[in-house]
């Protein structure tokens, strides 16, 4: 009857351990803001965007509990566009483990343009 005991024990420090993880990511870095873009540099550990988690898709649902989500931390930096400086579009995405430099358009206009930059190839890395 002890087992049992000695379970509850361990998923609660591995749910704290996990806690302590997120709260050691690197701040992102604001490289470039304007009225139609925000250029920042994406630190290991953020996820680009909601349901980052290899199984593809973007979920929105999740963005408002997932404290790796990047999109969703710039949200609520109000780094944004729109009325409430929340409006942000990922023109493209980094896998989790990865750094890097991230594009994320303030207005679908400015989406736009950035998406058809990309499939040209008019993006130099």
């Known amino acids: 009857q002890s087992n049992p005991t000695h379970q ?13 993880n997120i709260r050691k990511l690197e701040k992102p870095e604001v490289i470039f803001s304007n ?3 925000l250029v920042v540099n994406k630190p290991a550990g953020w996820k680009s965007q909601p349901g980052d988690g290899g199984g593809g898709g973007n979920n929105q649902n999740n963005s408002a509990i997932d404290p790796k ?5 710039l949200q609520s930096q109000e780094l944004g566009g ?3 400086n929340n409006f942000l579009i990922p023109t493209h995405r ?6 890097g430099v991230l594009i994320f358009a303030k ?5 736009s343009r950035v998406q058809v930059a990309w499939a040209k190839r008019k993006v130099k890395k």
Request: a positive charge; hydrophobic letters at 30%; glycine letters at 6%.
């Open 82 to 84: 729109g009325s409430l």
């Open 35 to 37: 009225n139609h873009v």
């Open 69 to 73: 989500c990047l999109l969703t931390y």
């Open 94 to 99: 980094l896998d989790q483990p990865c750094t």
């Open 107 to 111: 207005n679908g206009k400015a989406a």
């Open 8 to 20: 509850v024990r361990r998923h609660t420090s591995k749910a704290s351990t996990s806690v302590s």
